[in-house]
């Protein structure tokens, strides 16, 4: 059977219709697993330096809402790096769902002489799929240090660093 209409029209205001179990409210998708319910993006474009070997914060952060504790949240991290140093410049990066550590990695590169100045640009991509299991806010956020005997910046050179958190019904 096929029923052809140019309009559906919600009963109750503000409820929605649902469809085969999806529904639709507000000219999206409101429920279903996989769907893309909400999209928050932040940049950082002040340049911060460290030469510290303890995480500190880069500035770059951002905080979403999920609307369902089943929801979760895809966060992809860009940060445009610099690092010098003697020897080997090592940068070590986090990612923090409020004040818990989700995922670190790092950039090092192996170039030159070692016992001269080593300078090198590199771009740091995270990415994470958190199951955050609330409807509270919630901030995701990134650390840097530097273990070597260098210094590590972030939104070097005029770049702008991004951070963005996509909620996905579960």
Do not use: C
């Not at 955050?132 to 650390?143: D, R, V």
């Amino acid at each position: 059977s096929e029923i052809k209409v140019d309009t559906i029209s919600e009963k109750t205001s503000a409820n929605g219709v649902t469809i085969d179990g999806v529904l639709l409210k507000d000219n999206k998708l409101a429920s279903g697993t996989g769907n893309v319910l909400q999209v928050v993006t932040a940049t950082l474009s002040t340049a911060l330096e460290t030469t510290s070997g303890t995480f500190a914060d880069t500035g770059l952060t951002a905080n979403i809402t999920p609307s369902s504790t089943s929801s979760k949240v895809l966060v992809l991290v860009q940060h445009n790096t610099f690092a010098t140093g003697t020897n080997i410049p090592v940068s070590w990066f986090q990612l923090l769902r409020d004040s818990t550590s989700l995922q670190q990695v790092y950039g090092i590169i192996k170039a030159g002489n070692f016992q001269s100045v080593v300078h090198y640009y590199l771009p740091i991509h995270m990415t994470f799929v958190d199951s955050p299991s609330t409807t509270s806010q919630i901030t995701y956020k990134t650390q840097f240090k530097e273990t070597s005997d260098g210094s590590a910046k972030v939104a070097a050179d005029d770049f702008i660093d991004t951070i963005t958190l996509i909620e996905i019904g579960g």
